[in-house]
Structure formats: C-alpha cells, structure tokens
C-alpha cells in the first residue's frame, strides 16, 4: 500500500454530529416554544374559563326542597303534620346491574313487585342526573338495620329521611282537608318547574290541593363538592328554602270526631257552617278512609278493597253527593210565594192527603195518607205539609221557585275554597229544553215544590242556604281558612286572609217584603219547638230556641196505587232522611245541615243528630260521654 488509509474522518463526523444535534434542538426549542406557549394559553389566557368548567364537574347546584306548611283547627289542634320517614333509594350512576341489586334488596327487605313496576316508572321520569330514586317507603328500624349492614355489596344503595305528610285523625279529616301523595308528570306541567325542582308530593284533595302554593314554600339552593362518582363531599355554600305557610282553619276538632262518631256505621254527610262568619265547623262524610295510605302511595290491595267497597268510602257526600233535598227547600218555596205576592202568608187550603191537576187526573200525594185538613202557612212548613206546596206551586210555576232557590246558592258554588264542590243542579224551564229537550210541565213544578223531581243539591249547598236564612238575606260564603299562623319576634300571629279576593260574593237576598224573614223564620221554629211541628219531639226540651226544618227524599218511585213500605224495599231503595237548621233563633251562631242515606224519616234519624252535634257546639256537651255513662 502506497500511503495510509484513512478509515474514518473524525473531522467530517465532528460536524455532521454538531448540525444534527443543532437541528434537534432547534426541533425541540420550537417544540417546547410551542408547548408553553399552549400552556399560557389554557392557564393564562383561557384561565377563567377552565375555572368555570372546572367547577361545573366539581361543583354542583343542588336544589333544597322547603318544609311543607302546618295546618291546625280553629283551637290550635295539629290536623296535618309533616313526620320523618325513612326510604330505601338507589343511585344509578352507581349501580352496575340495576336488576341484580333489586333482586338482592327483595332477600333482604319486602319489595313487592307492584312497588318495583313503581320504582322503574320514577327512574324514567327522575328530572336530572345523581338522583336517587325511592323503591320503598316507611321502613322499620329493623329493615333500615338489614340495609346498614349490607352497604358493602349494594353499592349505590341508600337509606334517606324525608319529612313526609301525616294525619294524626286518619280518616276524622279526610274529607275536609284532603291529603297529599307523590307528584305526577301532568301535575308537574302545572306547577313552576324551578320551585317544585326538589319536591315530590303535592296537594291531591281538598284544602291541601286549594292551598298548595301557600302550603308549598320556596325552593332554596345549595352548591356542593362532588368526587368523580358524584358523591357529595361537603357543601360549599347554601341558601335556604322558604318554609310554606302554616293555616288555620275554622274547622272544630272535637266537635268533627263528635259528628263523626254520631253518623258512625251509616252513610252520610254533615255540614255545620259559623252563621256569623261562614267558616265551615264540621265537614264530615261517612264512611271515610285513612289518607295516610296514600301519601307514599297505597297499595293495590288497600285500594280496591277501598274502590270497590259498596259504601264508597273514596266518594265526598258532603261536596259531592247530589240528593234530592225534599222538604228541607219549603221554606225557600214559601218565601218566594209570598213574597212575589202569589199568595200571601194567610193562603189556607183543605189538604185530603192528594192534589190533582184536573178532576179525576193523577194524585200527588201528601205524605200524610189522609192529610192535614185545613192548613196555613206556618202550619204546612212546620207540619211539612206537601198538599200546600203542591196548590202554590200551581199558582207559581217555576220561575219564581227557581229564582229564588239560586238566589239561596242552589245551582251554583259559592264556596271559596273547596275545590271538589259541585254545583248539583237546579231546574229551571231553560235547563230542561238544553237538557232534556223538553218542556217544562205543571207536574214538574209540583215535584219542585217539595223538593224532588229534577232539583238535586249538596249537603254543603242546604247548610248555605240556611246559613242564609239565618241571616236575613246577608250572604257569607262558606270557606275553610280562618287565619295564617306566622311566627314572628313577638310569638305567634294570626293574620287574616283576603277572602275577597278569592270570589266574587253572591248578592244579599233582598226581599220585596223584608218582614217575610221573620214569617218563615216563625214557620222553621215551629218545626221544631212547635205543638205540632214534625221534629218537635227533638226540639222540646232544648234550653235554646232554634228554627230547622225536616226533609225524607224519595229514592225510588212509588205507583199510584201504592203505599210506601221500607220493611219491603232493599236498605238501599229506602228514602234519605234530611235535616237543616240554625241555632240560636235570635243570634244565630251554628247553621246545619244532615243527610242520612236510606235513614227514612228526617224527624226520626237526622234531626237528632243535628240537635247533638249544635248541643255540643254551643253547650258544650259531648254525647261520646254520655254514652259511656
């Protein structure tokens, strides 16, 4: 070899190795440049808003549901209270298998299937994300205790207390204030969504349904922290909700349980109304049921054996029962008799027992089978005479009647709040050609005079009207709400609504003859307290003066040529026994009205109920007492 070989040029490596190790720099200079200059983007420039969806994972706003009003008697008796309860839910988000942890529950606790189908509707209809759903409710210490110690295999399981609603009297009230129960997706399209955002039981019936928004409260808020799993790790800042307002109603307590108890084993309805306020005392429709049941839901068993019960225990006589009122309307009828100048207080006819139209044509018949003779009329209200009633209403027809029953509330609610009330109905020749696409007959006035045919009202419609007649004519429209209980830094204090603004109030009954007030209040007291009033028997010993009037309603009708005998009729087809009066005569205080179904006479089954239940009211008696005695 001629010269030495090179093998390798150091030098040229040298420099191949400085430009590769420059331009991996550069790469990763610029590479770095651009990563710190992403990161003061998302930390400097974009800072703020990273913030605020960091805190949308992290922190949630939770909505806090408000404690539900109280209601209480006009005495300051609890009848509706808000209890804890303890419930079983479950956290979706934390369930794995939704059915193998139902099932596991059923081995541990009784889960009934109708209550799992319940449990899967209000999973479907849960409003927002990590929100527990109840499967069961009002568990025992027992049940909660099996639970506790299962929590490590029940992941998403919990045991949680709510305040639920609760009725100390049971089906006492049930009828008068109603109940609440779980809200449903049509009554949520009905109220503000926002406010109701953590609320799961609303008002259904009665007082609690008419004064859900005072009764419900304001909804507050609560932001908390949550892990990953969206659990709760403490609650960072909270605005508490607005309790609801607590009511008073004008309703007795005792004097509820006493009426309940007299009308104990029959179906039947009473309503006492403060003639000097027109606050309801007494609403009480038997038989009732227990509205506990159906605060968290009732079972299907406890309620068909309620629905299909052949005394309708579900059904409100009192608001919605439409019977006819027979002869508790005769003072009305008379009143508008003479005070059109038809006749006047003096008309006296022969009553055999029968009227007819025409010689030889249809008897209507008396409910005295030989009739009252020769009768006024003070004497045919306080011996009900119906033979009288039948000649006036010939004279009349029915547009006087008519007239002035509505002017009395009948065809009509004038309740304020009582939001299952009817109107029933009142006949009038336009009412029959709408609905019945006839004319009106002579007939059917006769049948209106004495209160059956065509005119049906409610228990709470006869105990206005009487109210009314009390009253002379002044008009104070029959209502729950005495006054709201608010605590204040003074104590307690009662602060009057505004009734007024509830309803328009019906127009006094202004007579043409204002002294005709006192002609039948005269006829109403010889009912009772009169030599021959047809309930004088409940009325003789009374250490007060009052004025009623008695009423038996036909259930089923009755051939010419045939007598009237309950021993052959069904208990069901036998007649309604009907009662109404005030008390005192002078100073009304107490305004009443009964209805027994298939009781027979109203001297004789409702008048003295009625007569127990003013005793106790403005005596003070108690007939439970006196029967243990």
Not at 179 to 186: H, L, S
Not at 416 to 439: F, G, M, N, T, V
Not at 466 to 476: D, E, P, Q, Y
Not at 491 to 500: E, F, K, R, Y
Request: hydrophobic fraction near 35%; glycine fraction near 8%; proline fraction near 5%.
């Amino acid at each position: 070899m001629s010269g030495h070989e090179r093998l390798k040029d150091y030098s040229r490596e040298s420099h191949t190795f400085k430009v590769r190790a420059f331009l991996a720099f550069a790469v990763v200079l610029v590479l770095m440049t651009v990563l710190v200059g992403r990161l003061y983007y998302l930390q400097v420039i974009q800072h703020d808003r990273y913030v605020a969806m960091s805190d949308d994972n992290r922190v949630q706003l939770q909505p806090v549901s408000p404690t539900r009003g109280l209601i209480y008697d006009r005495n300051g008796t609890l009848l509706a209270d808000n209890r804890p309860s303890y419930s079983v839910t479950i956290l979706k988000e934390e369930v794995t298998d939704l059915a193998q942890t139902l099932a596991a529950l059923q081995k541990i606790i009784p889960i009934t299937e109708r209550e799992i189908e319940r449990f899967e509707t209000r999973l479907k209809q849960r409003r927002r994300p990590f929100e527990s759903v109840p499967l069961r409710f009002r568990l025992t210490d027992d049940e909660i205790a099996s639970i506790s110690v299962n929590y490590h295999r029940l992941p998403g399981v919990r045991v949680e207390a709510e305040l639920i609603r609760y009725y100390p009297d049971g089906s006492s009230l049930v009828h008068a204030l109603g109940y609440v129960g779980r809200i449903n997706e049509q009554e949520l399209q009905r109220v503000d969504a926002t406010n109701y955002s953590a609320t799961h039981y609303i008002g259904k019936l009665g007082v609690e349904r008419f004064y859900e928004s005072e009764l419900h409260g304001e909804v507050g808020f609560q932001k908390v922290e949550t892990n990953a799993r969206g659990r709760v790790m403490r609650v960072l800042e909270r605005t508490d909700p607005k309790p609801g307002r607590d009511l008073v109603l004008h309703l007795d307590l005792r004097l509820q349980q006493i009426t309940e108890h007299l009308l104990q084993g029959r179906r039947a309805a009473v309503v006492a109304i403060d003639t000097k306020t027109g606050g309801i005392l007494s609403l009480v429709s038997t038989p009732g049921y227990d509205p506990n049941l159906f605060v968290t839901g009732i079972s299907t068993k406890d309620y068909n054996g309620l629905r299909e019960s052949s005394d309708l225990p579900l059904f409100n006589r009192a608001l919605r029962g439409r019977y006819p009122p027979g002869s508790t309307v005769k003072p009305i009828i008379a009143l508008s008799a003479i005070d059109t100048g038809v006749v006047s207080p003096n008309y006296s006819i022969f009553d055999p027992g029968w009227y007819t139209l025409t010689t030889g044509g249809r008897k209507y018949r008396d409910w005295k089978k030989y009739g009252h003779g020769k009768v006024n009329m003070n004497e045919a209200i306080a011996q009900s005479c119906d033979t009288w009633f039948y000649s006036v209403a010939h004279k009349m027809g029915v547009d006087p009647m008519s007239k002035y029953l509505g002017m009395f509330g009948f065809g009509q609610v004038s309740s304020l709040d009582l939001p299952e009330a009817l109107a029933a109905i009142l006949p009038s020749r336009e009412w029959k050609k709408l609905s019945r696409q006839a004319s009106w007959y002579t007939g059917d006035s006769l049948n209106l005079s004495i209160g059956q045919g065509f005119l049906v009202a409610t228990p709470l419609q006869l105990a206005t009207a009487t109210a009314v007649i009390a009253n002379r004519g002044r008009w104070l429209q029959p209502h729950m709400l005495k006054a709201y209980r608010e605590q204040t830094d003074e104590g307690i204090q009662l602060v009057a609504p505004d009734l007024s603004s509830m309803k328009p109030k019906p127009d006094d009954v202004m007579l043409n003859h204002p002294k005709y007030w006192d002609t039948i209040i005269k006829g109403m007291h010889d009912v009772v307290q009169g030599p021959t009033g047809t309930a004088r028997r409940v009325g003789a010993d009374a250490p007060y003066q009052f004025a009623g009037k008695t009423g038996t309603a036909q259930v089923v009708g009755i051939k010419q040529d045939e007598e009237y005998d309950a021993e052959k009729l069904a208990e069901i087809h036998r007649d309604h026994a009907l009662f109404v009066a005030f008390a005192p005569l002078e100073k009304p205080q107490i305004a009443i009205s009964v209805i027994v179904e298939n009781g027979g006479g109203g001297s004789t089954t409702a008048a003295p109920i009625a007569r127990q239940i003013m005793d106790a009211y403005l005596l003070g008696t108690d007939p439970r007492i006196q029967e243990e005695e």
